[in-house]
Each structure stands twice: as structure tokens, then as C-alpha cells.
């Protein structure tokens, strides 16, 4: 990947209107892994959030498609039935995870901004799997520290989902590694950021890039020197690190 000169700054929106935004940085085989095993598999309701998601100002902001099937396969694999989502946006990753679990399952879906939630809620009734989904109005960290003030909530999540602030994603790992059971997932979204990660420098990076740019990097150091986890950095979407706590 070229970065660009000095002069001519790279921002989020750059990254997700471009190749740059391609881990694989080959968009054909990008799209023939999408057409060959996940938009035909992708349930159609999902198909339509997406859609519904596209047209929104911060579309970039969506999960990726791809990331999708290995999510929904890894809370198979757990068995998770009670899970939390710190992000939720117009709800994707929530509906895909919600679709996931058994009908007693349960997602406590975290995010300050309940506009954007309610763009896709009529699609998460649609699909018959409300009951599942309790959304919390609110800043993650907070609310996070609540639920911890309650013993019985340390080690009872069996999976969570970050794509949030990612400034904020080692204080959620502290967080959520109480919360995880042993054996539970943590997954964190966006984190190859466009590739930047592996960039010698930021200088072609405007300034909102080059924060959340030095906050994965630092995430990825300290995820894989965490010995509470076994970590999987997998180049998907734009990067997905799969935690699976040890003790």
C-alpha cells in the first residue's frame, strides 16, 4: 500500500472509499470470496440492514460481511447464550449475533447513540429475535463498571463484541475480561485499520487517523502479551482479533 504525501491528509472515509480499505488489497478476490461463500449465504434480513446501512453518512461504520460467518460460527462453537456488543450502530453485527444464539439467548448491546439502533430495529423484529436483544442506552465504560459491582456477573458472558471508540478498547478488555467466562471469546473489530497498523510512519494521516491508529497498535501489543488470553489476529474485514480467555 502507497501512502500518500504530506499535503494530502488520509481519513477514515479515505481508507473505506478505497482499495486501501482491503486487507487483502485485491478487491476481485475480495469480491469472489464475498459472491463464492457469503453474500449466498447471508441471511436475507441481514441483506436488507446492510442495504438499509449503505446509505447512511458513517456506512463505514458497518461490520464487515465477511467477518460475519466466522462470528456467528464462533458463538456456535462456545455455545454462547448470553453475550454483550459494545457498538451497535444500525445493529448488523447484533442482528447476525442474535440470529446466532439459541431462542432463551441473550445480548446486552451497548451504544450512546439509540438513533442509529432504531434505523435497524424494525428489521431485528422482522426477524423475530427482539426478546433477545436488551439495548443499553449509554457510554460502554460506565455501564461495564456497574455490571461489575455485582459478583455474579464476573466470568457469567460467554462471548462479547467490540466496534466502538477504539481509544477506548484496552479499558473495555479489562473490563471484559472479568466479564468473560473462561473458555468465553472477546472479538475486537478494525483491528489492522486499513493497514495502517504496519505503516513506518502517520505523517499522511490526519489527526483522528493517527489516534485511533496509535490505539490499536498499542491494543494488538498488549492483546498479544496478554496471558489471561489466546489470541488469533485473523485478516478479515478490516482486522478481527478473536480472544478466548484462558484463566
Not at 1 to 22: C, V
Not at 67 to 73: C, K, Q, R, Y
Not at 208 to 235: F, G, H, W
Request: net charge neutral; with cysteine; proline share 4%.
Amino acid at each position: 500500500m502507497e501512502e500518500k504525501s504530506a499535503s494530502s491528509k488520509i481519513s477514515t472515509e479515505d481508507i473505506m472509499k478505497t482499495d486501501m480499505g482491503l486487507i487483502l488489497q485485491s478487491r476481485e478476490l475480495y469480491q469472489y470470496i464475498l459472491d463464492t461463500s457469503v453474500y449466498p449465504n447471508e441471511a436475507e434480513l441481514l441483506k436488507d440492514l446492510r442495504k438499509i446501512t449503505s446509505t447512511q453518512p458513517r456506512n463505514h461504520m458497518l461490520c464487515a460481511a465477511d467477518v460475519g460467518p466466522l462470528l456467528s460460527i464462533l458463538l456456535k462453537l462456545v455455545n454462547a447464550k448470553k453475550t454483550i456488543e459494545i457498538g451497535v450502530y444500525t445493529g448488523y453485527s447484533l442482528l447476525l449475533t442474535a440470529l446466532s444464539l439459541p431462542k432463551d439467548g441473550k445480548i446486552i448491546a451497548i451504544d450512546p447513540d439509540r438513533e442509529m439502533f432504531e434505523l435497524g430495529l424494525p428489521i431485528i423484529k422482522k426477524a423475530g429475535v427482539e426478546h433477545k436483544v436488551e439495548f443499553i442506552n449509554s457510554p460502554a465504560l460506565p455501564f461495564l463498571d456497574k455490571l461489575l459491582e455485582n459478583p455474579k456477573n464476573e466470568g457469567s458472558f460467554d462471548s462479547a463484541f467490540v466496534d466502538a471508540d477504539k481509544v477506548n478498547n484496552m479499558n473495555y478488555h479489562e473490563r471484559l475480561v472479568k466479564l468473560v467466562r473462561v473458555g468465553g471469546i472477546i472479538l475486537y473489530d478494525n483491528t489492522l485499520w486499513g493497514g495502517t497498523v504496519a505503516w513506518k510512519d502517520d505523517f499522511a494521516l490526519d489527526n483522528r487517523m493517527k489516534t485511533i491508529r496509535a490505539a490499536v497498535i498499542e491494543l494488538n501489543k498488549y492483546l498479544a502479551s496478554d496471558n489471561r488470553c489466546q489470541v488469533s489476529q485473523v485478516p478479515l474485514g478490516d482486522g478481527l482479533t478473536i480472544c478466548m480467555r484462558r484463566y
